[in-house]
């Protein structure tokens, strides 16, 4: 009973509940949740532990990144839950934002220019 009421307990989080969205559209590292969710990575790493230790999410590494989705071998409770949730929450404001930055995440970024000083060389002395 304590294992339901700890995988139940995992929704009641607003934070929580963000992240699963995210990962409901596929697997992010935890940079990419913290860039989307535009909190701390403290936060959100503590939120995927407990997320991890509730059955909802899995980790793998990728070389220093580690990776989160959600639980391939869930139950069909679990499924049903996600598409409920999907459902009543995606039109709230903040989770359109969360599934923009996501979508954001894929852009490509325009390179800089490296600089020892960490300042960009101003152009017109070239």
Do not use: C
């Amino acid at each position: 009973m304590r294992e339901y009421a700890r995988f139940f307990k995992a929704l009641s989080d607003p934070t929580r509940l963000r992240i699963l969205l995210l990962l409901s559209r596929g697997e992010l590292s935890v940079g990419d949740l913290t860039r989307s969710l535009k909190l701390p990575q403290s936060t959100v790493s503590r939120h995927l532990a407990y997320l991890r230790s509730a059955g909802w999410v899995d980790d793998r590494r990728d070389g220093v990144r580690v990776i989160y989705q959600l639980v391939k071998s869930g139950i069909d409770m679990q499924r049903r839950l996600l598409f409920l949730l999907e459902k009543e929450l995606y039109d709230l404001p903040v989770v359109q934002q969360d599934f923009k930055a996501r979508d954001n995440l894929k852009q490509p970024q325009p390179a800089r220019q490296a600089s020892t000083t960490g300042v960009l060389p101003d152009r017109s002395y070239r």
